[in-house]
Nanobody, 126 residues
Framework: QVQLVESGGGLVQAGGSLRLSCAAS????????MAWFRQAPGKEREFVAA????????YYTESVKGRFTISRDSAKNTVYLQMNSLKPEDTAVYYC???????????????????WGQGTQVTVSS
């Protein structure tokens, strides 16, 4: 079992920055692929970014490339999402997810993740 707790959300003006954190606990966290998804009101949950257990690869959805950075600190059992140049369309609840065995190509698919956090709200005002 892996437990995930997100933090760092809030209200920010367009062009601003936020850093989300996801603290993980449980067995063999270091071997899990970690990802961030988001869900805006009335929309489906969408993939944002993923990072392999070793940090050897990262994967971003096109709309956040160059603005968001996913990283992990295995010593702290924490994964981060640094979000810069935020836009109103980034407004959503952001969820952290973990998967014990997932390939690069499968990492954007939410059904491949067995563990989810409770989410943290990010609101970007124009």
């Amino acid at each position: 079992q892996v437990q995930l707790v997100e933090s760092g959300g809030g209200l920010v003006q367009a062009g601003g920055s936020l850093r989300l954190s996801c603290a993980a606990s449980g067995r063999t966290y270091s071997r899990y692929t970690m990802a961030w998804f988001r869900q805006a009101p009335g929309k489906e949950r969408e993939f944002v970014a993923a990072i392999s257990w070793s940090g050897g690869w990262t994967y971003y959805t096109e709309s956040v490339k160059g603005r968001f950075t996913i990283s992990r600190d295995s010593a702290k059992n924490t994964v981060y999402l640094q979000m810069n140049s935020l836009k109103p369309e980034d407004t959503a609840v952001y969820y952290c997810a973990a998967s014990a065995s997932i390939s690069y190509s499968d990492s954007p698919k939410p059904h491949n993740y067995g563990y989810w956090g409770q989410g943290t709200q990010v609101t970007v005002s124009s």
